[in-house]
């Protein structure tokens, strides 16, 4: 059996599973700080009464705590000490913190093209212990590629303030992107705390309740990773709860669909997709609080509108303002909303039917319009929003950069079958939606728990990033921040995958994750050859190879509402 | 263009990690692969001034718009060229439309080498980039004056020969002295057709020419012309292979020496064209460029091994070049009073006989070049053209192309010509290319059957 867990800012749900079997659901309201223990207890305890926990193979977790932690975060407590070499000149990015610039560089071989100077750092160091800095990034341009500059400025810093939280950007920003690993490494820092306490908040509801079962965190790509793990990469569960969201509709429509997911929430609507039965991933690293990421996620956008957005009438037009002033107007509300106007028409139950109208009359009578008239412009006008957005989005998928003859040529275009509604406010909407692309609608039975069906069934998953330059006789595996040297020259492209893939056994022993080595698949693979004067020099290889992402089980749409 | 509403650069990044002429080949997949690590690295593509495109593919059409591939179009080209062209083209249309302020093509395969007339690959090129670009924009968008300004180490010979004859393209050239390097032309007296006299400036120089030079004959030559010639859209054919650490140039250009450059001349939309030291330079320049375009700070962006002063010019090389620049200044200011030698004119055609050779390929083209001497319009051409390839098989074909504003009677004429040479059976392909309605056809004499791409 396994238990998903969506902690979210409002409510955290929880689905108990027996195969593709939803045995028990559970919503309970999240609390803050060290009350969240009890949501958590709640919930589980909703879910598994009169379960053995004995019989429970996996809990697997997924919450929105670290990117409202990050939205709302106004301390000033990380600074950043920088390598940036050569180049693009840093101040082009404000990377909002305490930022030191060290001189040392290192080009995209890995090689050292400018010396570190100690005197330069042991000042800056004292510095930022006289300012009172105890977090500190360190990142380097190229620093995936030779990691020594990094971990010489951490030796130093252990050596001096031993007690100071230091962050390594070689280990958090594998990929080829200076800024980017910057804010990743900046928010590792910053969220490495705040962290701590969900998971220890975790592992005491799991102790209390005896489950020694494996617990896992879902990741923003909707991967997951052994809790543990999660410790050192906390950034990596932003937006782990509209990535469950995603899984659990997949989960609950049928395999193989392509599937526009449709996530009406109070002001905001969230929109991912489904192609081809596999959530869609973006090209580009998470942005989150305007700090662009190296954090991989799943392609979803917010649309700023949603049930309970506030309407206003200027002119002769109707607007929707990205904000919300309370419940709908039928609700006892203040302002009409989108919810008034699908409660005219009959779309929901919800309120009170007559102040539905009494708001849509607000908004109307200046315009001269009847209720229902009202009320059909102002859903067209969500519905226009929210499908241009979906466009967009595959055109945005369709346009994404491709740097090899083929991926040109296999470009093509998809469009959805179907629209999945779930979250408060997508039963009126949904059908409308997908009647305007031409497409099925469907509202799945465990629609309102979709985020913790999606987490109980995330699969877990286990990532290598291998980076060899046999000219320089040198490996990397970007994950461990371990950097080795080749015993010969003569190493192909079969012992790349060999050796990238006996690390990533080791690194799944080493978290207890079981991993059958057929299912291991390559996500990245590069090889190329190096010729100097018309010779081959050497071969630079890059594989990131993982366990796959993905499901454990379909459970299927079961009783459809329409 | 003027009158931009956006202030992006448009970049498209095609390294064509699965395209080489051979494994060992300069232009093999590996070229552009440290100029990606470094764009990368550095987060271009995240810069609010900088916008990345995905390339669209260039149609047929567009290139036999400009070509005359033997024997067709889709012979002498693979997707990887489509791409490519359909790079620069995409580019341009996003310029006029005023959705970015420039672009820059970081593409490979490259194309300034490829002429007219395409037997084969002929300096890592088979189809021009460029000239695709410039008979689109004429095409598509009225576009009227272009300039090409040509950065590359080798000789611009394929564009040079596209446009010797228009008047309404200015191609300028730079490049290490024909007399040291392939192609081995673009030579200061090679200035365009009669009609076209001096829209052609070749600027050969000294191997070891430094960033001083550069920067004074751009100073003094270059912007000057452009000032003069008005272009509507200019292009700059970006080869880094003047580059100090270059395998194939001998020139001393630095990463600073191309942003300013870059800056200097404004393109509209930068072209990637030769540059061969893949780690040494490309990751460098490229950033230089990209970053001038989009009007960033580019003062750090430096080669590891250059410090500021390491390349000094000598007196005798200044003097060279000030000579030079004064005898190119004299052509230009007397561009309209060109009288053509009446011995290139035979009944109101005026003639010039090609040789050309394909170094990828190692064969030789003769071409026999016949203009029509029109006083309504440019006139139309007429190019006869042999090849004797190596391993025995030898190809003689008739290429008609009438220009974009021909008069009446060019076209009737240049399209009698086309229809009655059919008959004689004297060529194995006929071509006629009418750029004024823009569509091409073309005749295979061995079994009678026309196309049209």
């Given at each position: 059996?396994?238990?998903?867990?969506?902690v979210?800012?409002?409510?955290t749900?929880?689905v108990?599973?027996?195969?593709?079997?939803?045995?028990?659901?559970?919503?309970?309201?999240?609390r803050?700080?060290?009350?969240?223990?009890?949501?958590?207890l709640?919930?589980?305890?909703?879910?598994l009464?009169?379960?053995?926990?004995?019989?429970?193979?996996?809990?697997v977790?997924s919450?929105t705590?670290?990117?409202?932690f990050i939205?709302?975060?106004?301390?000033?407590?990380?600074?950043?000490?920088?390598?940036?070499?050569?180049?693009?000149?840093?101040?082009?990015?404000?990377?909002?913190?305490?930022t030191?610039?060290?001189?040392?560089?290192v080009?995209y071989?890995g090689?050292?093209?400018?010396?570190l100077?100690?005197?330069?750092?042991?000042?800056?160091l004292?510095?930022?212990?006289?300012?009172?800095?105890?977090k500190?990034?360190?990142?380097?341009?190229f620093?995936?590629?030779?990691?020594?500059?990094?971990?010489?400025?951490?030796a130093?810093?252990k050596?001096?303030y031993?007690?100071?939280?230091v962050e390594?950007?070689?280990?958090?920003?594998?990929?080829?992107n200076?800024?980017?690993r910057?804010?990743t490494?900046?928010?590792t820092?910053?969220?490495r705390?705040?962290?701590?306490?969900?998971i220890?908040s975790?592992?005491?509801?799991?102790?209390?309740?005896?489950?020694?079962?494996?617990?896992?965190?879902?990741?923003?790509?909707?991967g997951?990773?052994p809790?543990?793990?999660?410790?050192?990469?906390p950034?990596?569960?932003?937006?782990?709860?509209?990535?469950?969201?995603?899984?659990g509709?997949?989960?609950?429509i049928?395999?193989?669909e392509?599937a526009?997911?449709?996530?009406v929430?109070?002001t905001t609507?969230?929109?991912?997709?489904?192609?081809?039965g596999r959530?869609?991933l973006?090209?580009?690293?998470?942005?989150v609080?305007?700090r662009?990421?190296?954090?991989?996620?799943?392609?979803?956008?917010?649309?700023?509108?949603?049930g309970d957005s506030?309407?206003?009438?200027?002119g002769i037009?109707?607007?929707?303002?990205?904000?919300?002033?309370?419940?709908?107007?039928?609700?006892?509300g203040?302002?009409?909303?989108?919810?008034?106007?699908?409660?005219?028409?009959?779309f929901?139950?919800?309120g009170?039917?007559?102040?539905?109208?009494?708001a849509m009359?607000?908004?109307g009578k200046?315009l001269?319009?009847v209720?229902e008239?009202?009320?059909?412009?102002?859903?067209?006008?969500?519905?226009?929003?929210i499908?241009?957005?979906v466009?967009?989005?595959?055109?945005?998928?369709?346009?994404?950069?491709?740097?090899r003859?083929w991926e040109?040529?296999?470009?093509?275009?998809?469009?959805?079958?179907?629209?999945?509604?779930?979250?408060?406010?997508?039963?009126?909407?949904?059908?409308m939606?997908?009647?305007r692309?031409?497409?099925?609608?469907?509202?799945?039975?465990?629609a309102?728990?979709?985020?913790a069906?999606?987490?109980?069934?995330?699969?877990?998953t286990?990532?290598v990033?291998?980076?060899?330059?046999?000219e320089?006789?040198?490996?990397?595996?970007q994950e461990?921040?371990?950097?080795g040297?080749?015993?010969?020259?003569?190493?192909?492209?079969?012992?790349a995958?060999?050796?990238?893939?006996?690390?990533?056994?080791?690194?799944?022993?080493?978290?207890?994750?079981k991993?059958?080595?057929?299912?291991?698949?390559?996500?990245h693979?590069e090889?190329?050859?190096?010729?100097?004067g018309?010779?081959?020099t050497?071969r630079?290889?890059?594989?990131?190879?993982?366990?796959?992402?993905?499901?454990?089980?379909?459970?299927?749409?079961?009783?459809?509402?329409? | 263009?003027?009158?931009?509403?956006?202030?992006?650069?448009?970049?498209?990044?095609?390294?064509?990690f699965?395209?080489?002429?051979?494994?060992?080949?300069?232009e093999?997949e590996?070229?552009?692969?440290?100029?990606?690590?470094?764009?990368f690295?550095?987060?271009?593509?995240?810069?609010?001034?900088?916008?990345?495109?995905t390339?669209?593919?260039?149609?047929?059409?567009?290139?036999?718009?400009?070509?005359?591939?033997?024997?067709?179009?889709?012979?002498?080209?693979t997707?990887?060229?489509l791409?490519?062209?359909?790079a620069?083209i995409?580019l341009?249309?996003?310029?006029?439309?005023?959705?970015?302020?420039?672009?820059?093509?970081?593409v490979?395969?490259p194309?300034?080498?490829?002429?007219r007339?395409?037997?084969?690959n002929?300096?890592?090129?088979?189809?021009?980039?460029?000239a695709?670009?410039?008979?689109?924009?004429?095409c598509?968008?009225?576009?009227?004056?272009?300039?090409?300004?040509?950065?590359?180490?080798?000789?611009g010979?394929?564009?040079?020969?596209?446009?010797?004859?228009d008047?309404d393209?200015?191609?300028v050239?730079?490049?290490?002295?024909?007399?040291?390097?392939f192609?081995?032309?673009g030579?200061?007296?090679?200035?365009g057709?009669?009609?076209a006299f001096?829209?052609?400036?070749n600027?050969p120089?000294?191997?070891?020419t430094?960033?001083e030079?550069?920067?004074?004959?751009?100073?003094n030559?270059?912007?000057?012309?452009?000032?003069d010639?008005?272009p509507?859209?200019?292009?700059?054919?970006?080869?880094q292979?003047?580059h100090?650490?270059?395998?194939l140039?001998?020139m001393k250009?630095?990463a600073?020496?191309y942003?300013r450059?870059?800056?200097?001349?404004?393109?509209?939309?930068?072209?990637?064209?030769g540059g061969?030291?893949?780690?040494?330079?490309?990751?460098?320049v490229?950033?230089?460029?990209?970053?001038?375009?989009?009007g960033l700070?580019?003062?750090g962006v430096?080669e590891?091994?250059?410090?500021?002063?390491?390349?000094?010019?000598t007196?005798?090389?200044?003097?060279a070049?000030?000579?030079?620049?004064?005898?190119?200044?004299?052509?230009?200011?007397?561009r309209?009073?060109?009288?053509?030698?009446?011995?290139?004119?035979?009944?109101?055609?005026?003639?010039?006989e090609?040789?050309?050779?394909?170094?990828?390929e190692?064969?030789?083209?003769?071409?026999?070049?016949?203009l029509?001497?029109?006083?309504?319009c440019?006139?139309?051409?007429?190019?006869?053209?042999?090849?004797?390839?190596i391993y025995?098989?030898?190809s003689?074909?008739?290429?008609?192309?009438?220009?974009?504003?021909?008069?009446?009677?060019c076209?009737?004429?240049?399209?009698?010509?086309?229809?009655?040479?059919?008959?004689?059976?004297?060529y194995?392909?006929i071509?006629?290319?009418?750029?004024s309605e823009?569509?091409?056809?073309?005749?295979?004499?061995?079994?009678?059957?026309?196309?049209?791409s």
């Open positions: 059996m396994y238990v998903g867990i969506d979210g800012g409002t409510f749900d929880a108990l599973l027996d195969n593709d079997h939803v045995l028990a659901t559970a919503k309970v309201p999240t803050d700080g060290e009350e969240l223990l009890i949501s958590i709640e919930a589980l305890d909703s879910v009464s009169g379960v053995d926990t004995k019989l429970l193979k996996r809990v977790f919450t705590i670290i990117t409202n939205t709302s975060y106004k301390y000033n407590d990380v600074a950043l000490l920088l390598i940036p070499g050569p180049g693009l000149i840093y101040n082009y990015f404000d990377f909002g913190a305490r030191c610039i060290l001189s040392g560089a080009d071989r090689r050292e093209i400018i010396n100077k100690e005197e330069e750092i042991k000042t800056v004292s510095e930022l212990a006289a300012e009172g800095f105890k500190v990034g360190v990142v380097g341009k620093s995936p590629r030779n990691t020594m500059h990094e971990k010489k400025v951490a130093m810093i050596d001096r031993p007690q100071w939280h390594l950007g070689s280990r958090i920003g594998v990929q080829l200076f800024p980017r910057v804010h490494t900046y928010l820092c910053a969220t705390e705040p962290y701590c306490r969900f220890n975790v592992r005491q509801a799991l102790v209390k309740r005896k489950i020694y079962a494996d617990i896992y965190i879902l990741k923003a790509d909707g997951t990773m809790l543990d793990i999660s410790e050192e990469l950034v990596e569960t932003i937006f782990s709860g509209p990535a469950a969201s995603t899984l509709v997949q989960a609950l049928p395999p193989k392509t526009v997911v449709v996530d929430g109070g609507t969230d929109l991912a997709l489904i192609l081809s959530p869609l973006a090209a580009k690293g998470a942005r609080a305007n662009l990421t190296q954090v991989r996620a799943l392609a979803v956008k917010s649309v700023p509108v949603g506030v309407l206003k009438c200027s037009n109707i607007k929707i303002l990205p904000e919300r002033l309370g419940p709908a107007y039928c609700m006892g203040p302002v009409p909303t989108p919810t008034d106007a699908l409660r005219v028409l009959g929901t139950s919800l009170d039917g007559e102040r539905a109208r009494e009359d607000l908004l200046a001269g319009m209720p008239e009202v009320a059909r412009k102002v859903i067209d006008l969500v519905v226009d929003k499908t241009a957005e466009q967009n989005m595959f055109l945005e998928w369709e346009q994404e950069p491709a740097y003859v040109i040529l296999h470009k093509h275009k998809v469009r959805p079958a179907m629209v999945v509604g779930v979250g408060g406010g997508a039963a009126g909407f949904i059908s939606i997908a009647m692309l031409g497409c099925r609608s469907l509202i799945p039975r465990y309102a728990v979709a985020n069906i999606g987490a109980a069934v995330a699969k877990p286990l990532q990033s291998l980076r060899v330059d046999t320089k006789g040198y490996y990397i595996v461990e921040g371990y950097q040297s080749l015993k010969s020259k003569k190493f192909n492209e079969q012992n995958l060999d050796l990238a893939r006996e690390w990533l056994v080791e690194r799944a022993g080493k978290y207890g994750v991993i059958v080595p057929a299912e291991i698949e390559i996500i693979q090889t190329f050859n190096m010729i100097r018309w010779v081959t050497g630079l290889f890059d594989i990131t190879m993982q366990t796959p992402r993905g499901i454990i089980e379909n459970i299927g749409p079961r009783e459809v509402v329409k | 263009m003027t009158g931009s509403i956006n202030h992006k650069t448009g970049l498209i990044f095609f390294p064509a699965d395209w080489a002429i051979s494994p060992t080949h300069p093999r590996e070229r552009l692969l440290y100029t990606r690590d470094q764009i690295e550095e987060g271009i593509m995240d810069l609010p001034q900088v916008v990345e495109y390339p669209s593919l260039a149609s047929i059409h567009d290139i036999a718009r400009v070509h005359f591939c033997v024997p067709q179009v889709e012979e002498q080209i997707e990887a060229h791409i490519a062209a359909g620069g995409l341009a249309d996003e310029v006029i439309s005023g959705r970015i302020k420039n672009g820059f093509s970081v490979r395969p194309g300034h080498h490829a002429m007339v395409v037997h084969g002929r300096g890592f090129c088979n189809i021009n980039n460029e695709i670009m410039v008979d689109y924009l004429r598509r968008h009225g576009v009227k004056r272009v300039a090409i300004i040509d950065t590359d180490a080798h000789h010979d394929g564009t040079q020969d596209i446009f010797w004859h008047p393209v200015l191609f050239s730079f490049h290490q002295d024909g007399r040291t390097i192609p081995g032309t030579f200061t007296y090679e200035l057709g009669p009609g001096a829209r052609t400036v600027i120089l000294l191997p070891g430094t960033d030079s550069l920067h004074y004959i751009l100073d030559l270059i912007l000057p012309v452009l000032n010639f008005k509507e859209f200019i292009i700059n054919s970006a080869g292979d003047n100090y650490t270059d395998p140039g001998s250009i630095t600073q020496g942003a450059l870059t800056e200097k001349l404004c393109p509209d939309v930068a072209v990637l064209e061969y030291a893949i780690e040494t330079a490309l990751p460098h490229n950033m230089a460029i990209i970053l001038a375009l989009a700070d580019y003062s430096r590891p091994d250059y410090w500021p002063g390491r390349f000094k010019e007196p005798e090389r200044k003097e070049v000030r000579r030079m620049v004064d005898e190119l200044m004299g052509y230009w200011k007397n309209d009073n060109y009288k053509p030698d009446s011995r290139d004119i035979k009944d109101d055609f005026y003639l010039r090609k040789e050309i050779f394909y170094d990828t190692y064969f030789v083209e003769n071409q026999v070049e016949k029509r001497l029109c006083t309504n440019q006139g139309y051409l007429t190019i006869e053209s042999n090849v004797d390839h025995g098989s030898k003689s074909v008739l290429c008609i192309s009438i220009p974009f504003a021909a008069c009446s009677k076209r009737e004429e240049a399209t009698n010509l086309y229809v009655g040479q059919k008959k004689t059976k004297k194995r392909y071509y006629l290319q009418d750029k823009d569509t091409f056809v073309g005749y295979d004499t061995n079994n009678n059957k026309d196309w049209h």
